[in-house]
């Protein structure tokens, strides 16, 4: 069997076409035609009230952390079991992030354990939607409500996934979006913010140019630009826009591919599960996934590292992430974590993640499982 990596960025066949009629056009800056029409795909198929492409999610977290007013001593409520940029955007306004645990069915932050570490200090909570499966978000909205908190959704993973009908992202204030060459949706690099209230979009587009009011400028509002608030250059190119339009334009046709490949391999690691020897993803009644991965979670008694080698040794590229926030070295220094976080510390020593790609055959993932299932039963 041949080499099956763990990922393969997918392209839809219109990306060079845009690239090229982008050049065309002498518009190669940020906020051009693509960068309108992506934009436009965005407001539409979410029901946010703002889209604005950033140059990564990172970029669009840190214009949330901007838009809430984080200031030096507020807190900030998160899961440890993310990516560091959901933590590092706060960090750099000096806020303080509060790592929660997280479930031990989704993996995605716990709401029952989110009131218990409010504190007067407390700004904002930030759910992430772990591999696309919506955090319970009523829950969190009426908490949030209820001590005036901000909800700002790291929907790095959900392009194209819902949580009763709404499109992640576009639930709580403010949402970020990713189209790393990862993701599900691509532009190489590339995030977007979601403004979904609308008091906050003129100074989101403010602080995304740089703190002028030059948007406002191109659309005739006001005669000059001037500087207006901080800010800084989140915008991507129209090259990046160009990619992206292709990738928005088939979004659905790339989330029903990729949900098939899911399902096999869900089909495929049934009898393991029955075994005992790991447990598979668990999707909520409510929430409709968009296949951003395909995870197990081993059992306890299984060696990780071995399981890794051995599919390793079988040609088959298979990962593991987070190593949880709250024990490197940063989130110690900068943040704190209420209670051990249990389920954050098990079941991240316990996760491989799946090679999982359009393209991938199901001869491919029957051999990624048969090497599996032999290296649970060594």
């Known amino acids: 069997m041949e ?66 007013d984080v200031q030096e001593g507020d807190e900030v409520i998160m899961p440890s079991f993310t990516f560091v940029s959901t933590a590092n955007a706060f960090v750099l306004r000096g806020a303080v992030p509060v790592f929660v645990d997280i479930r031990a069915d989704t993996l995605n932050i716990d709401e029952t354990l989110i009131e218990a570490a409010i504190t007067p200090r407390t700004r904002a909570i930030v759910p992430v939607h772990y591999a696309g499966v919506a955090c319970e978000m009523d829950t969190i909205l009426d908490i949030a409500k209820r001590h005036g908190l901000l909800v700002i959704e790291d929907a790095a993973q959900g392009v194209m996934a819902r949580y009763k009908g709404r499109a992640l992202g576009a639930i709580g204030e403010l949402g970020a979006y990713s189209f790393h060459e990862t993701k599900n949706v691509i532009s190489g690099e590339g995030g977007a913010l979601l403004v979904n209230r609308d008091d906050l979009v003129q100074r989101a587009e403010i602080l995304r140019e740089k703190g002028t009011d030059r948007s406002r400028f191109f659309r005739g509002q006001v005669d000059k630009y001037t500087w207006q608030d901080v800010g800084s250059s989140f915008l991507p190119g129209e090259i990046i826009a160009a990619f992206l339009a292709a990738q928005l334009q088939e979004a659905r046709q790339i989330t029903d591919l990729r949900l ?35 995870y197990v979670l081993l059992a306890p008694d299984v060696d990780r590292a071995a399981v890794l080698q051995r599919l390793k040794d079988a040609q088959v590229n298979a990962v593991f992430h987070y190593v949880p926030l709250h024990t490197a070295p940063a989130g110690q220094r900068f943040g704190r974590a209420v209670g051990e976080l249990p389920n954050t510390v098990a079941l991240s020593q316990q996760l491989v993640r799946l090679p999982l790609w359009i393209g991938l055959t199901t001869a491919q993932q029957d051999h990624v499982v048969s090497v599996l299932a032999q290296a649970l039963r060594a």
């Open 3 to 68: 080499h099956i990596p763990f990922n393969r960025p997918y392209m839809t066949g219109r990306e060079l076409s845009n690239i090229a009629e982008a050049h065309l056009r002498g518009v190669l800056a940020g906020d051009g035609p693509m960068t309108r029409r992506c934009h436009e795909w965005l407001e539409q198929h979410t029901g946010t009230r703002k889209a604005l492409l950033t140059h990564s999610c990172t970029a669009a977290l840190d214009m949330a952390a901007l838009l809430a």
């Open 260 to 294: 098939a490949s899911w399902q096999h391999y869900h089909g495929l690691l049934e009898p393991l599960e029955r075994a005992g020897r790991l447990r598979r993803p668990v999707i909520p009644d409510g929430c409709e996934h968009n296949a951003h991965m395909y």
